[in-house]
């Protein structure tokens, strides 16, 4: 199949414009990211989006994997022998996977079977008598018994038949597309085994009865999760009567005899329901997966672009008991200037010591604000904080995957001088001031706002949260003279390599002046220059434009404009009131109207950061503990994770509350996501408690 006829199905898949598809694989052909296509490609692609590009591209290696596939099969029949053009035009006019592979299996090499030994043993007339709906009488059966070929008796003639019946009707492909088809319509009981835990997280899973077609991909997760464990069972199964008549209506004939019906039933419970369960699984599972990864890209994009504090001094705490509560203070880039360890809790006896120093180095260094970590003591810590008469904000932080931030080389390379306990308190104190410059230091699984994360195919999140990380880091833009190593990697265009040699040009030279001294930088040539220049700020640089993002290429254009208006560019950036007085015209401004609208929209308000401005969230402070919690209690929240079932909100008490996809709107919720995110505060009713197992029942639906 050649790339054109590819990018046809691609179009028909998804549903795009074959100019905007063929435009897209062009450009990733040639080395083009999804973000710059995006936003600076628009009149190439028809204005698709990052969704729309990535989803051409992840159709596309799809069709591919397909390709390759089909040809594997052609070649396999051809050198066999078993290619007949017949079979080959099927092959090559399959258009899913299931429908290849169902062409293929009869042909395809396999281990030695009970069917394969029976026409070793010449017993292939009496399935072709079977395949007739004829019954073998005792003089047909009586003419294969022989001894030395291993058939010592009629009943060993007829079920070595039926032994051949049954692996052809298993592998005939309109019989295991009904079957297919039968089977996932069935219900199925889930059974509790020996080791199902009482009090475990699967107790309720076991006595339900579900629907597979029907079956959410959250809970089918949980239920192999289960399954794994040993602690429940289940299996798809169809009653003998539905097997019979949907393989019966495509046999050609109404009842099948006895030793038909016989062979059927064997064909159904050894090979048909075990490979096609196999099959709804695999494909059930693939949708499970993508369903729970697409709920965690957009949990973590939220998380990526909560609202910063901005470029201000910070004292950051990361609680502890018994070895105290870490300290470090950072300046408004980041920078660790002290750190020290205090005891704030009342039964250490060290509170006027550590109230002290908290207020010395508050005063000192001119702190703005406060993060606390979230983690253990995190809740007496911040209580112990806004006790100390302070009129900064002082601000609970998600402490998820400080830990392994603070223990990865890339901690030890930024602050090699401190242990990891310090390392800890400076990211709490960072994902504060700039939580996405700091949090795509962590592995995104870290986070902590997945579903069933680890069940799900590694690659596929991997790949998709790769995606969140670059669109969430060039929709906000990046600052060249003050970005990490980390943040730099995923500019459009960059890599490690590339990355590192921006931050060592920076150590060696100073601040970059311009983006167009980027070109001086190891490694870089016009491609990665057109890929990350307008991914990448230089405040104030020489040229007015190298702080927003418009692309270089299309300076020439903000220069005609500001020409227009008889200013200079200087006075029109940032100058809404000017830009509003400019309008569109092809053959004025030889470009196209997207990229037009684009330029003049960025020249009214210049590199402005998309994400929302800080506002903090406040617990009540007479609710800190579990026991606290009491049915009927107005709470502020902080949405910490969504999932298809329902919403975790932090009330301040080391345990989320769940708020289910029945309490989240007086509507129906298809999509929680719709109607919360992760890092939104909100206000929340307690419906219950259950302490034995530190659960936590909430509702947005308030009276």
């Excluded at 039933?265 to 048909?272: G, K, M, P, Q, T």
């Excluded at 000192?364 to 911040?382: M, P, Q, S």
Aim: glycine share 6%; charged share 25%; with cysteine.
């Amino acid at each position: 199949m050649t790339n054109d006829e590819m990018m046809k199905i691609v179009a028909q898949r998804t549903g795009l414009a074959e100019r905007g598809v063929s435009a897209v694989l062009k450009m990733l052909d040639e080395g083009a990211t999804v973000p710059f296509m995006a936003r600076y490609r628009k009149e190439v692609t028809g204005n698709f989006d990052e969704v729309q590009i990535r989803l051409v591209r992840d159709t596309f290696a799809q069709v591919q994997d397909l390709e390759k596939r089909r040809q594997t099969i052609i070649n396999s029949l051809q050198e066999s022998g078993q290619g007949t053009l017949e079979l080959l035009e099927l092959v090559k006019k399959a258009a899913t996977l299931p429908e290849l592979e169902d062409l293929y299996l009869p042909y395809r090499p396999k281990r030695r079977t009970r069917a394969s030994m029976a026409l070793e043993k010449g017993l292939a007339p009496v399935a072709d008598l079977l395949a007739q709906n004829r019954e073998p009488t005792v003089e047909f059966l009586t003419a294969l018994v022989n001894p030395e070929r291993g058939v010592n008796s009629l009943e060993e003639a007829l079920s070595g038949g039926q032994d051949i019946w049954a692996e052809r009707f298993s592998e005939t492909p309109r019989v295991r597309q009904k079957l297919r088809e039968a089977l996932s319509q069935a219900e199925f009981e889930i059974k509790a085994t020996k080791k199902l835990r009482p009090e475990g997280e699967f107790r309720d899973l076991a006595g339900r009865t579900e629907r597979w077609k029907a079956l959410p991909g959250h809970r089918l997760l949980a239920l192999l999760r289960a399954q794994d464990a040993g602690e429940i069972s289940w299996k798809l199964d169809l009653p003998e009567v539905v097997v019979r008549r949907e393989g019966v209506s495509t046999l050609g004939f109404l009842a099948p005899c006895a030793s038909v019906q016989t062979a059927m039933a064997d064909a159904w419970s050894r090979l048909l329901r075990p490979s096609l369960e196999n099959e709804l699984v695999k494909e059930a599972k693939q949708r499970a997966d993508l369903e729970a990864v697409g709920i965690f890209s957009k949990n973590l994009a939220e998380i990526l672009l909560a609202a910063p504090l901005g470029p201000q001094p910070v004292l950051a705490l990361d609680p502890g008991i018994r070895t105290g509560c870490k300290v470090a203070v950072l300046s408004a880039q980041g920078e660790l200037l002290d750190h020290a360890v205090i005891f704030p809790l009342a039964e250490m006896g060290r509170q006027n010591e550590a109230r002290q120093a908290l207020l010395t180095r508050v005063q000192k260094f001119e702190v703005k604000a406060i993060a606390v970590g979230n983690g253990t003591a995190g809740r007496e810590t911040l209580d112990f904080c806004r006790e100390l008469g302070l009129t900064i904000p002082i601000v609970s932080v998600s402490e998820s995957g400080a830990s392994v931030y603070s223990a990865s080389e890339l901690a030890r390379e930024e602050l090699p001088n401190c242990d990891v306990t310090v390392r800890g308190a400076v990211s709490i104190g960072r994902r504060l001031i700039d939580p996405l410059a700091e949090l795509v230091k962590v592995d995104p699984a870290a986070l902590g706002v997945g579903q069933y994360q680890h069940d799900i195919d590694q690659k596929l999140l991997n790949q998709h949260l790769e995606d969140t990380v670059i669109s969430c880091v060039n929709r906000v833009g990046v600052d060249v003279n003050t970005a990490s190593k980390a943040l730099l990697t995923y500019v459009s265009g960059l890599n490690a390599r590339l990355a590192s040699a921006v931050v060592e040009y920076r150590a060696k030279k100073g601040p970059f002046r311009s983006r167009q001294e980027l070109l001086q930088i190891k490694g870089w040539g016009p491609k990665v220059f057109e890929q990350a220049a307008a991914f990448l700020r230089v405040r104030g640089g020489i040229h007015p434009l190298d702080a927003s993002a418009v692309h270089p290429e299309s300076y020439p254009l903000a220069e005609r404009i500001a020409q227009s208006l008889g200013v200079g560019l200087a006075d029109l950036t940032g100058n809404p009131a000017l830009t509003a007085r400019v309008s569109y015209s092809d053959r004025e401004w030889g470009v196209d109207q997207l990229t037009f609208s684009d330029v003049v929209s960025e020249l009214a308000r210049p590199g402005q950061d998309p994400r929302q401005d800080f506002e903090a969230v406040a617990f009540d402070p007479l609710v800190r503990r579990l026991e606290d919690l009491k049915e009927g209690m107005l709470l502020n929240g902080l949405v910490t994770n969504v999932t298809a079932f329902g919403a975790f909100v932090d009330v301040g008490v080391h345990q989320d509350g769940l708020v289910h996809v029945s309490q989240i709107a007086n509507t129906f919720v298809r999509d929680p996501l719709e109607f919360v995110k992760p890092g939104q505060k909100v206000r929340v009713l307690v419906l219950a408690v259950d302490p034995q197992r530190q659960r936590i029942s909430l509702t947005l639906r308030i009276p």
